[in-house]
T-cell receptor
Framework: SQQGEEDPQALSIQEGENATMNCSYK?????LQWYRQNSGRGLVHLIL?????REKHSGRLRVTLDTSKKSSSLLITASRAADTASYFCATHFSNSGYALNFGKGTSLLVTP | DTGVSQDPRHKITKRGQNVTFRCDPISEHNRLYWYRQTLGQGPEFLTY????????KSRLLSDRFSAERPKGSFSTLEIQRTEQGDSAMYLCASIHRDRGTDTQYFGPGTRLTVL
């Protein structure tokens, strides 16, 4: 079964606004990753946060992790139309050779 | 471009036909994964290879599915006797696990439509 649940399922904002999406997961983790997918294409890795980290930044991205609540959030600041995509959080299966277990994703639409 | 390529990008087939997809990972990556993604869902793990050895298959991989990675480089995924429920995006990803990184590099996917 899919590990994570992203919230909201869909988000529509205007350019320049911030976008926040949340992810909840079920089992203990070593790390959590966020990926982006543009209009039915492959996934691109955005950022990885380890279980002993609480916050991480990469450019306009900020990720937080709360292992006590089994949740993570991805914040995109000063959004651009090019940020329009689906965003997925992923954790590793406990077995299956570090295969990723993805949530259902948040579909983000950024309008000019 | 992540360096992982997949071929074909799109495949339309009739129910009952066999199809084969190819994935070329980043050359030095020793681990390769296949995922399936249906509309509105996240990718779901199908199987993975460590070099040429197929080490795990998920329960999603029915008997009609077979995957190979003959020389530990490219991989193929074959679906026999396709069904409409097989319509999905098939993604592959690769990683050099021995380098201690957990980031997977995904190909653009093969979109399969079964009529």
């Amino acid at each position: 079964s899919q590990q994570g649940e992203e919230d909201p399922q869909a988000l529509s904002i205007q350019e320049g606004e911030n976008a926040t999406m949340n992810c909840s997961y079920k089992t203990s983790i070593n790390n959590l990753q966020w990926y982006r997918q543009n209009s039915g294409r492959g996934l691109v890795h955005l950022i990885l946060i380890r279980s002993n980290e609480r916050e991480k930044h990469s450019g306009r991205l900020r990720v937080t992790l709360d292992t006590s609540k089994k949740s993570s959030s991805l914040l995109i600041t000063a959004s651009r139309a090019a940020d329009t995509a689906s965003y997925f959080c992923a954790t590793h299966f406990s077995n299956s050779g570090y295969a990723l277990n993805f949530g259902k994703g948040t579909s983000l639409l950024v309008t000019p | 471009d992540t360096g992982v390529s997949q071929d074909p990008r799109h495949k339309i087939t009739k129910r009952g036909q066999n199809v084969t997809f190819r994935c070329d990972p980043i050359s030095e990556h020793n681990r390769l994964y296949w995922y399936r993604q249906t509309l509105g869902q996240g990718p779901e793990f199908l199987t993975y290879f460590q070099n040429e050895a197929q080490l795990e298959k998920s329960r999603l991989l029915s008997d009609r599915f077979s995957a190979e990675r003959p020389k530990g480089s490219f991989s193929t995924l074959e679906i026999q006797r396709t069904e409409q429920g097989d319509s999905a995006m098939y993604l592959c990803a690769s990683i050099h696990r021995d380098r201690g990184t957990d980031t997977q590099y995904f190909g653009p996917g093969t979109r399969l439509t079964v009529l």
